[in-house]
């Protein structure tokens, strides 16, 4: 049911100043009719009275009484009114008098028009909104859900305070009577100013309505996995009104839930309305999210620095090394390791880095070379004697063994983070990579992976493995403080953590949730050879590797304490390291996110 409530005459400075005038005018024609009632109250008792008719009002000799009345019962309205600061807009109704000169008819349209509001339970609630606006305001009760609780308006809404009274000032004013309404109004009931009225005495319900938050939660979680199934059904008209709800749904909560609904909602309209993300391949934008979400959370600092441990020992004694980077980025990785090497005793290595890259549209190696740049400055600081050759392809799986100039007496550690996964997108592309890592004999090959099964060939169980997934990641980011640690190497040969810690910047956060947004639109959004995010879990990478001749490393009981202690400079207590088989995840909670391997040859 809708009710309307429509508010007309001027502000409430013009409504009180006038309230005053009104009430002096009452007064004064109160004590003329009562003269005029003791000078004739013998005369034509039958007919219209001469004095009145004098000033222009029709009222019979026998209404002189009831008039007189009235008029004492409209001056104490119109004074209660103006001490109680009520506002005198109510009083454009649809019962408009017509005949001004009878003023006995006139007297109780006032009267009625005073005690309206007493009967009406929007009223109070009103007035609020009137102090800003004269329009006409809406009260649509058909648009609340049937589900949600209602309880009583005065439990929400505390009668408001009465407003300071504005100084006194003359206006005039003009009441505008409004348009008739569809609908009849009651006439109100007689009610003195000085009587209460409860809520629970009146007719009509005060429609107020509660929201759950954590209701709207769960059927926020119940709509996208209904969207999902629609989708896999081939059902995009049921989609696309879900994923409308799901918009709509999402506005009520706050921090992880809205964010990873806001983020899979996108996801699943794309998909519905097939319009792909263009920017997928833009890997300078990729890249430059990346370093952000190294900043703001452990989980690419855990990647690299359990890589790193897994190297160091591999290079133990060892005077020559090279490491093969299949994925350089910015070069992060390194410094520490160069800084553990540099602190070896017997003196540093030779070191020799091949970093890979992707190839850019415009061809533009300049970003690898300046990773060079920044390196070699580095090592040369420290005295490490170091080299470095870079190459860039479309896909690591172009990669051949003659590009990376293997030398006699060399010792070589291979090393993937957030790699391999996409060489699942196309057939063969795995096996092909796996085979010139093998031809690289490596001491080595460190693996960092999602652990996470987002490739399955069922769209519903990949939708709902990635909800789960990303949830628990986003979740993580909350309770993430944030470090900047420097990692050297430790008295045992390890690599440790340095001193310092530094906060996550708001620029960050934002910009990590839209790398991790970009990887929920793949997952969700793409097929076929554009979906690049498919993410295995551990148990899936040890079958792979076991098929293709590799092995095991297991990774020492110092990255499992290195790592927890990497752990305590981000304040989140959330975090947790488990050792699984010799390999290392790191997760949140109970749920492991990211997982390091090493493997050799068998």
């Not at 009465?162 to 409004?178: H, Q």
């Not at 992880?256 to 890997?283: G, H, S, W």
């Not at 070589?412 to 391999?420: C, G």
Request: charge should be negative; include cysteine.
């Amino acid at each position: 049911m809708k009710r309307h409530h429509t508010f007309y005459g001027t502000r409430r400075s013009h409504c009180s100043s006038s309230s005053s005038s009104a009430a002096a005018a009452a007064t004064e024609i109160s004590k003329k009719v009562t003269k005029m009632w003791e000078g004739t109250e013998n005369k034509n008792e039958g007919g219209l009275d001469e004095l009145m008719g004098v000033l222009g009002y029709k009222v019979k000799s026998s209404d002189m009484t009831q008039v007189a009345q009235k008029l004492e019962l409209l001056e104490e309205a119109m004074g209660s009114v103006e001490q109680d600061g009520l506002l005198l807009s109510h009083f454009g109704s649809e019962t408009v008098h017509y005949n001004p000169s009878d003023i006995s008819s006139w007297l109780e349209t006032m009267l009625s028009e005073f005690n309206s509001p007493q009967n009406d339970p929007f009223f109070s609630l009103s007035q609020k909104s009137y102090d800003s606006d004269n329009s006409v305001v809406i009260f649509d009760d058909s648009t609340f859900d049937s589900d949600l609780t209602a309880i009583p308006g005065s439990a929400i809404f505390p009668p408001p305070p009465s407003p300071p009274l504005p100084p006194p000032c003359k206006a005039e004013v003009e009441l505008i009577p409004p348009p008739p309404l569809p609908c009849k109004r009651l006439k109100p009931n007689w009610v003195s100013m000085n009587d209460e009225v409860s809520l629970a005495d009146l007719s009509i319900p005060r429609p107020v309505v509660l929201v759950d938050s954590q209701e709207n939660g769960i059927r926020l979680v119940h709509a996208l996995m209904a969207c999902a199934e629609a989708i896999q059904e081939e059902s995009f008209k049921v989609a696309e009104a879900l994923v409308k709800q799901i918009g709509f749904l999402a506005v009520s909560q706050i921090g992880t839930m809205k964010k990873v609904a806001t983020y899979f909602a996108e996801a699943l309209a794309r998909r519905i309305y097939k319009v792909y993300p263009t920017e997928q391949n833009d890997f300078a934008l990729t890249d430059f999210l990346q370093m952000h979400f190294y900043e703001t959370c452990p989980y690419l600092k855990f990647a690299h620095f359990t890589a790193n441990q897994a190297i160091l020992e591999a290079f133990a004694e060892k005077s020559r090394v090279h490491v093969i980077d299949f994925g350089i980025k910015q070069g992060m990785q390194w410094p520490p390791l160069l800084q553990a090497l540099a602190l070896r005793p017997g003196g540093p290595p030779s070191f020799r880095l091949t970093g890979i890259g992707q190839l850019m549209g415009d061809n533009d190696l300049g970003h690898l070379k300046e990773v060079g740049w920044k390196l070699a400055q580095m090592a040369d600081s420290i005295n490490v004697k170091f080299e470095y050759r870079y190459s860039a392809v479309r896909s690591i799986a172009d990669l051949d063994v003659a590009m990376f100039d293997l030398r006699e007496g060399e010792t070589v550690a291979v090393n993937s983070i957030f790699e391999l996964h996409q060489m699942l997108a196309k057939d063969g592309d795995i096996e092909r990579v796996l085979d010139v890592v093998k031809e690289l004999k490596p001491e080595v090959f460190t693996v960092v992976e999602q652990e996470a099964n987002h490739n399955g060939t069922v769209f519903l169980d990949r939708f709902t493995e990635a909800l789960h997934y990303y949830s628990t990641l986003f979740d993580s980011l909350e309770g993430c403080g944030g470090g900047g640690g420097g990692v050297v190497e430790g008295e045992g040969g390890e690599i440790g953590i340095g001193d310092g810690c530094g906060g996550v910047s708001d620029q960050d956060k934002v910009m990590t949730e839209v790398y991790l947004g970009r990887q929920i639109c793949n997952v969700v959004s793409c097929e076929g050879v554009d979906r690049v995010e498919r993410h295995e879990n551990l148990t899936q990478w040890r079958t792979r590797f076991d098929s293709m001749g590799f092995e095991p490393v297991h990774l020492g009981s110092n990255a499992f304490k290195q790592a927890s202690m990497l752990l305590a400079l981000f304040n989140g207590e959330g975090y947790k390291v488990e050792e699984n088989n010799g390999c290392l995840l790191l997760g949140w909670h109970t749920r492991p996110l990211i997982a390091t391997s090493a493997w050799k040859l068998s």
